[in-house]
């Protein structure tokens, strides 16, 4: 079974704070992709990368930046946290660049910034 | 722009009956739809999918359909159980684009 797994379940930061979010998958799986899950938003694409080293800007990548240095991790980096990054964070990966398979998510990373 | 759109927020079926989700897009160059279902404080987990190609797939209590003419596809979960009460997200990929487009989300409720 394909594994995707976020670090943290549960994370609590203050404004201002540098936040790392860390997602590793087990599949050799050649994209990954940084979602947040929000009320009445659905998922909106922060951050994806189609390989190491690589990484293209989604929808809302305002106040982000990511990294990947190994084909399995990729981390979202909260450079200065704000209250309105409270979200659920959800990483995935998918193992082609075609589009015509499924992609496989983490267990979800609930973050609140105070 | 939203380019998946999902008009019902929520719905409610009693157990047994038919589930019917919606969702539109906008976008004609999408060619692979996805439906995925989300329990709370979990991540979506894949369910169905279709490809441009064809107007329905089936997998057990879940069929999808796409009408390609309307930009609309759909889920039909029968018969519903209760189990099915989770958020369900559609979702759509252009072919080289690599990313997952989805929609807002229908939450759905199976009266036992």
């Known amino acids: 079974d394909v594994k995707v797994t976020q670090s943290s379940r549960y994370l609590v930061k203050r404004t201002g704070e540098k936040v790392f979010l860390e997602c590793v998958q087990d599949?050799?799986?050649?994209?990954m992709f940084w979602y947040r899950q929000d009320p009445g938003l659905g998922l909106r694409l922060i951050y994806f990368?189609?390989?190491?080293?690589?990484?293209e800007k989604g929808d809302i990548p305002e106040g982000y930046s990511v990294s990947r240095e190994k084909k399995e991790r990729f981390s979202l980096i909260l450079e200065s946290a704000s209250t309105n990054q409270t979200s659920m964070y959800l990483c995935?990966?998918?193992?082609?660049?075609?589009?015509?398979?499924?992609?496989?998510f983490g267990q979800g990373t609930r973050l609140t910034v105070v | 722009d939203q380019q998946v759109k999902q008009n019902s927020p929520s719905l409610s079926v009693q157990e047994g009956r038919i589930s019917i989700l919606n969702c539109d897009y906008t976008?004609?160059?999408?060619?692979?739809f996805l439906w995925y279902k989300k329990y709370p404080a979990e991540g979506p987990t894949f369910l169905i999918s279709?490809?441009?190609?064809?107007d329905k797939n089936e997998d057990g209590r879940f069929t999808v359909f796409l009408n390609k003419s309307a930009k609309h596809l759909s889920l039909h979960i029968v018969p519903s159980q209760p189990g099915d009460s989770a958020v369900y997200f559609c979702?759509?990929?252009?072919?080289?684009?690599?990313?997952?487009?989805f929609g807002t989300g229908t939450r759905l409720k199976v009266l036992a």
């Open positions: 995935a990966s998918s193992p082609t660049l075609t589009g015509f398979t499924e992609a496989f």
């Open positions: 599949m050799d799986h050649e994209n």
């Open positions: 990368s189609y390989d190491v080293k690589m990484k």
């Open positions: 976008n004609s160059m999408f060619d692979y």
């Open positions: 279709i490809s441009s190609i064809k």
């Open positions: 979702a759509a990929s252009e072919a080289g684009t690599y990313k997952y487009i």
